[in-house]
Protein backbone atom coordinates (compact mmCIF):
# COMPACT_ATOMS: atom_id res chain seq x y z
CA UNK A 1 0.00 0.00 0.00
CA UNK A 2 1.52 3.67 -0.94
CA UNK A 3 1.51 6.09 1.77
CA UNK A 4 1.39 9.53 0.49
CA UNK A 5 3.20 12.72 2.62
CA UNK A 6 2.56 16.33 2.11
CA UNK A 7 6.06 18.00 2.84
CA UNK A 8 5.48 22.01 3.78
CA UNK A 9 8.47 23.92 3.34
CA UNK A 10 10.18 27.21 1.95
CA UNK A 11 13.35 25.83 1.72
CA UNK A 12 13.43 24.30 -2.24
CA UNK A 13 16.36 22.15 -0.89
CA UNK A 14 14.28 20.19 1.61
CA UNK A 15 12.63 19.02 -1.02
CA UNK A 16 15.59 17.15 -3.06
CA UNK A 17 16.63 16.08 0.41
CA UNK A 18 13.42 14.11 1.28
CA UNK A 19 12.91 12.43 -2.68
CA UNK A 20 16.85 11.41 -2.03
CA UNK A 21 17.02 9.97 1.57
CA UNK A 22 13.89 8.16 0.73
CA UNK A 23 14.58 6.90 -2.95
CA UNK A 24 14.28 3.55 -1.98
CA UNK A 25 10.80 3.14 -0.63
CA UNK A 26 9.24 5.94 -3.25
CA UNK A 27 10.80 3.28 -6.24
CA UNK A 28 9.54 0.42 -3.98
CA UNK A 29 5.83 1.90 -4.29
CA UNK A 30 5.80 2.12 -0.55
CA UNK A 31 5.39 5.89 -0.72
CA UNK A 32 4.81 9.21 -2.24
CA UNK A 33 5.72 12.82 -1.50
CA UNK A 34 4.02 15.90 -2.68
CA UNK A 35 5.52 19.66 -1.78
CA UNK A 36 4.39 22.95 -0.97
CA UNK A 37 5.87 26.04 -0.09
CA UNK A 38 3.64 27.22 2.15
CA UNK A 39 0.41 26.59 4.26
CA UNK A 40 -1.97 28.29 1.91
CA UNK A 41 -0.44 25.84 -0.99
CA UNK A 42 -0.80 23.18 1.65
CA UNK A 43 -4.26 23.39 2.12
CA UNK A 44 -5.65 23.39 -1.56
CA UNK A 45 -3.42 20.31 -1.89
CA UNK A 46 -4.87 18.55 0.71
CA UNK A 47 -8.67 19.61 -0.50
CA UNK A 48 -7.59 18.53 -4.27
CA UNK A 49 -6.58 15.50 -2.35
CA UNK A 50 -9.10 14.56 0.37
CA UNK A 51 -8.19 11.13 1.76
CA UNK A 52 -4.98 10.72 -0.06
CA UNK A 53 -2.62 12.35 2.08
CA UNK A 54 -1.69 10.64 4.97
CA UNK A 55 1.00 12.61 7.00
CA UNK A 56 1.71 16.64 6.56
CA UNK A 57 5.56 17.19 7.96
CA UNK A 58 5.22 20.94 8.23
CA UNK A 59 7.65 23.70 9.01
CA UNK A 60 6.98 26.48 11.00
CA UNK A 61 8.17 29.65 9.54
CA UNK A 62 7.03 30.47 6.23
CA UNK A 63 5.60 33.32 3.87
CA UNK A 64 1.62 33.28 3.28
CA UNK A 65 0.70 30.71 6.15
CA UNK A 66 2.70 29.83 9.02
CA UNK A 67 3.31 25.81 10.02
CA UNK A 68 1.50 26.84 13.33
CA UNK A 69 -2.17 28.28 11.59
CA UNK A 70 -1.70 25.45 9.48
CA UNK A 71 -1.58 23.15 12.05
CA UNK A 72 -4.79 23.94 12.87
CA UNK A 73 -6.80 24.54 9.71
CA UNK A 74 -5.53 20.67 9.27
CA UNK A 75 -7.29 19.73 12.46
CA UNK A 76 -10.19 21.63 11.53
CA UNK A 77 -10.90 20.60 8.07
CA UNK A 78 -8.68 17.18 7.52
CA UNK A 79 -9.33 14.93 10.64
CA UNK A 80 -7.39 11.79 8.79
CA UNK A 81 -3.72 13.11 8.18
CA UNK A 82 -1.26 12.81 11.18
CA UNK A 83 0.91 16.15 11.31
CA UNK A 84 4.18 16.49 12.17
CA UNK A 85 6.01 19.95 13.01
CA UNK A 86 10.10 20.07 11.55
CA UNK A 87 11.38 23.24 12.24
CA UNK A 88 14.46 25.33 13.22
CA UNK A 89 12.63 26.82 16.25
CA UNK A 90 12.30 23.96 18.74
CA UNK A 91 11.88 26.02 21.69
CA UNK A 92 9.37 25.42 24.28
CA UNK A 93 6.42 27.44 23.46
CA UNK A 94 6.65 26.35 19.75
CA UNK A 95 6.60 22.40 20.63
CA UNK A 96 3.65 23.16 23.52
CA UNK A 97 1.46 24.85 21.00
CA UNK A 98 2.18 22.32 17.99
CA UNK A 99 1.13 19.81 19.98
CA UNK A 100 -1.49 21.60 21.89
CA UNK A 101 -3.10 22.37 18.13
CA UNK A 102 -2.47 18.73 17.25
CA UNK A 103 0.88 17.91 15.94
CA UNK A 104 1.71 14.10 16.04
CA UNK A 105 4.91 15.14 16.58
CA UNK A 106 7.73 17.53 16.62
CA UNK A 107 11.28 17.89 15.16
CA UNK A 108 14.06 19.57 14.52
CA UNK A 109 16.49 20.72 12.12
CA UNK A 110 18.77 19.99 11.13
CA UNK A 111 16.75 17.05 10.35
CA UNK A 112 18.45 13.91 11.55
CA UNK A 113 16.95 11.79 8.75
CA UNK A 114 16.92 8.46 11.11
CA UNK A 115 14.66 10.36 13.57
CA UNK A 116 12.38 11.42 10.96
CA UNK A 117 11.95 8.26 9.16
CA UNK A 118 11.11 6.88 12.76
CA UNK A 119 8.97 9.45 13.46
CA UNK A 120 6.87 9.31 9.73
CA UNK A 121 6.83 5.11 10.02
CA UNK A 122 4.87 5.94 13.51
CA UNK A 123 2.78 8.81 11.80
CA UNK A 124 1.47 6.74 9.05
CA UNK A 125 0.77 3.81 11.15
CA UNK A 126 -1.25 6.07 13.21
CA UNK A 127 -2.97 7.45 9.94
CA UNK A 128 -3.64 4.12 9.05
CA UNK A 129 -5.46 3.69 12.09
CA UNK A 130 -7.77 6.25 11.99
CA UNK A 131 -8.57 5.64 8.19
CA UNK A 132 -9.38 2.01 9.15
CA UNK A 133 -12.20 2.80 11.95
CA UNK A 134 -13.67 5.46 9.68
CA UNK A 135 -13.96 3.38 6.94
CA UNK A 136 -15.17 0.79 9.82
CA UNK A 137 -17.16 2.79 11.79
CA UNK A 138 -18.88 4.01 8.50
CA UNK A 139 -19.18 0.36 7.37
CA UNK A 140 -20.42 -1.10 10.69
CA UNK A 141 -22.44 1.81 11.66
CA UNK A 142 -20.19 1.16 14.93
CA UNK A 143 -19.30 3.86 17.54
CA UNK A 144 -15.22 4.40 17.04
CA UNK A 145 -13.26 5.15 20.60
CA UNK A 146 -10.28 6.69 20.47
CA UNK A 147 -6.92 4.84 20.43
CA UNK A 148 -3.73 4.63 22.88
CA UNK A 149 -0.58 6.18 21.14
CA UNK A 150 2.28 3.38 21.39
CA UNK A 151 0.25 0.55 20.44
CA UNK A 152 0.69 -1.10 17.28
CA UNK A 153 -2.34 -3.33 17.05
CA UNK A 154 -1.95 -3.87 13.26
CA UNK A 155 -4.94 -1.24 12.68
CA UNK A 156 -7.58 -2.79 14.26
CA UNK A 157 -9.07 -0.14 16.27
CA UNK A 158 -11.53 -0.57 18.99
CA UNK A 159 -15.37 -1.03 17.69
CA UNK A 160 -18.05 -0.99 20.06
CA UNK A 161 -20.77 -2.51 17.86
Known amino acids: MQHRVLVVDDE ?3 ELLITQKFRKRIRAGELAFSFARHGEDALTQLGENSGLIDVVLSDINMPVMDG ?5 K ?13 SAYGD ?7 LNRGAFDFL ?6 Q ?6 DKAL ?10 TGAGRHGAAVYGR ?4 DDGGAGSVRR
Open 115 to 120: DLEITL
Open 108 to 113: TKPIDF
Open 148 to 151: HHGI
Open 68 to 72: LTLLG
Open 92 to 98: MPNIRTA
Open 125 to 134: GEARARRQAA
Open 12 to 14: PDL
Open 74 to 86: IRERFPLPRTVIV
